[in-house]
């Protein structure tokens, strides 16, 4: 059991994911209600003021990066939890193991709050299109720690297989943009993680309850539990 | 068929320069006239999100002294209604495709029935190249220093303007009507 506080920034977005599992599950899932906000002041109903309606919220991506649901946290004199736009509770809406939650806090935290989910992700991705993938452990994890797979590893007596950057990770900036992006490889040159100059980057990290957008080419990647 | 296929192409080239997705909201935007929170003190109305480059705040609010609100309304991003000073919560809408200058405007009635406006303060329209951008306000109150609040002087000091008495439409014809018999009796 334990619990981990991210803050957001003023503005824009962050590509965040829960850091623990729900009790009781062992597959990695959370859901919202194991999310908490904070950061504002508290309302109060005597002078009607404070509490927060709305700002916090956290969108759902589609492959090709627009969105796929949204659901806004509420503590004001009507409820208090996840809702969806039209008001329904969305507190029972599960983050499936490695969801990489892409969030809006204007200023806010948030606190994730479960137990150690003990075992590997594998999280597979489509041929086509994006993934928000979530580092949902407490730990930091470095790209050399993340092992890809999906493809014929490379022959080199027939010259074929293996892969070359096909698999990517971005790290998106406040508005959505690519700040930074780097490739596997696993081909006659080279194995690993480089960026796009061929520097190599597996020491690049994914801090702790924070995602990536993944291009994944249909092949997977392996998430290891830390270990504990 | 030319004239169509120019008129399609401008309709994509618009529609892929102004193809963002937001929310927005003023979900919190309790409206009060400054005289406590009860429910009597809040204001009801429609709101509505403009894009300051498109249409100022000074303009509105000489459209609402003209009584010619009408006229500027086809440039509203999104509308919302406030039941009892509360907004309704994350309406969405097409923006530009980068980060934008937007305020607020609620069309209502104060207290006493009187026609109202309520103009905000601006706020970033954050436009998101990944997921659905935001526009957001958030909990203010009219007499808060922060957020909403006064563009000109207005009523009680908060951001609410009652409007200008205007003279009758029946006033104004016999108004005209006078001055065309002044006129002729000179001629």
Do not use: C, H
Not at chain 2, 23 to 39: C, E, V, Y
Not at chain 2, 69 to 91: E, I, M, N, W, Y
């Amino acid at each position: 059991m334990g619990y981990a506080q991210q803050d957001t920034a003023a503005s824009g977005f962050a590509m965040l994911s829960a850091q623990f599992e729900s009790v009781g599950v062992v597959d990695g899932s959370a859901k919202l209600s194991d999310l908490t906000i904070g950061g504002y002041d508290a309302y109060d109903p005597v002078e009607d003021e404070g509490g927060t309606s709305g700002s916090f919220r956290i969108q759902f991506l589609t492959a090709s990066g627009t969105m796929e649901a949204q659901y806004f946290w509420y503590d004001d004199d009507e409820k208090t939890g996840w809702f969806d736009k039209d008001g329904i509770s969305a507190d029972n809406v599960v983050l499936g193991a490695a969801k990489g939650l892409w969030v809006r806090g204007a200023g806010l935290s948030m606190t994730s709050a479960g137990a150690v989910n003990e075992s590997d992700i594998v999280v597979p991705t489509a041929s086509s299109g994006f993934k928000a993938v979530g580092n949902t452990f407490p730990l930091n994890v470095k790209l050399s720690q993340l092992a890809v797979t999906g493809y014929d590893p490379y022959d080199p007596v027939e010259d074929e297989g293996g892969t070359s950057g096909s698999f990517r990770v971005q790290f998106l900036t406040a508005s959505g943009t690519m700040e930074a992006q780097y490739f596997w490889y696993d081909d006659d040159e080279k194995t690993g993680w480089f960026d796009k100059d061929g520097i190599a980057s597996g020491n690049v990290t994914i801090p702790a309850g924070t995602g990536v957008w993944v291009r994944g080419g249909g092949l997977t990647v392996r998430i290891p539990a830390p270990e504990l | 068929m030319k004239k169509l296929m120019i008129l399609l192409a401008a309709t994509v080239v618009g529609f892929a320069a102004n193809a963002a997705a937001y929310s927005w909201s003023a979900s919190n935007g309790r409206l009060f006239d400054g005289q406590g929170s009860t429910t009597a003190n809040r204001y009801a109305g429609t709101g509505y999100l403009f894009n300051a480059a498109t249409v100022s705040q000074a303009e509105i609010l000489a459209a609402f002294a003209s009584d010619s609100v009408a006229s500027k309304l086809t440039s509203t991003l999104a509308t919302g209604t406030f039941s009892a000073g509360r907004a309704s919560v994350s309406d969405e809408f097409t923006g530009p495709d980068a980060n934008f200058t937007a305020y607020f405007v609620v069309f209502g009635q104060d207290g006493s029935g009187n026609d109202a406006i309520y103009i905000s303060d601006t706020t970033t329209g954050e436009y998101a190249a990944v997921g659905q951008g935001a526009v957001e306000f958030g909990q203010q109150n009219a007499y808060s220093s922060v957020g909403f609040k006064d563009v000109a002087a207005g009523y009680a000091g908060a951001g609410w303007y009652a409007a200008v008495p205007e003279p009758t439409s029946g006033l104004l014809l016999l108004l005209g009507m006078a001055g065309l018999a002044l006129r002729r009796r000179r001629a």
